[in-house]
C-alpha cells in the first residue's frame, strides 16, 4: 500500500508556506508506518518544535490503473474520507532552506492520520465537498474542494503516468490555508459535509 499526497493543492495554503503552485500535480509519499487509525492517540515526537496539522480529502484507489486519462479517473477510486498530513514545520522549512528532500518532516511514525471511509456514491458532488478540523470543539481549520487546483481526476492521472496505482493506495489531496499547531491535550475531530469520519487525541 503507497501513500500519496499532493503539495500546494490550494493556492491560499501555497502562499501561507510560501510554495507557489506548479502547472501540475507536485506529490511526494509517506511510508505505511505513518497511518495512524481512527480512536488512536498521536504523540507529539521529540525530535521537532513545531507540528502542525493539515487536514486534507483523501481517496482511495478501488483498482489498480497505470496512465489514465483524466476522463477515465474517475472509476480507479472509489472510497473518501478525511485524514491529516501532520508536518514537522521546523524540519520541512530547514530542509527547504538547504534544497533538501522533505521526507523526515512529513514521513515520521503516525504523521497521517486516517478517518473511517464512505462510499464516493454517497456524497452529493466530490467537487463541492466541504470539510472542517475542530480542535477542542472549535474549528480550527476548513475548505472546499471546489477551491483545489488540481482536480481528483486530474491528481490519479497525474500520478499514474509515473507510478502505478494499485487497490488501496491511498492520496492525500492537499490541505487549504489555516493550518496551525498541535499541542498536548488537544482533542482532534474531523468532518466531510458535518459528517465526523476522525477523531484522535493528541499526547
Known sequence: ???????ANYRKHGEEINLQPENKPIFFMKPETSLLRNHYDFYIPEFSRQIEYETE?????????KAVSPKFAGRYYDEVTVGLDITARDLQNEYRAKGLPWFLSKGFDMSAPLGD???KSELPSLQDL???????????????TRDMIFSFDQIVSHISQYVTLKQGDLIFTGTPAG????NIGDHLEAEIDGRKLLEIRVK
Open 117 to 119: 471511509f464512505v462510499p
Open 1 to 7: 500500500m503507497k501513500i500519496f499526497c499532493i503539495a
Open 57 to 65: 480529502i483523501v481517496i482511495k484507489i478501488g483498482k489498480m490503473c
Open 130 to 144: 466541504d470539510f472542517a478540523l475542530k480542535i477542542n470543539g472549535q474549528v480550527a481549520q476548513s475548505g472546499n
Open 179 to 182: 493550518v496551525g499547531p498541535l
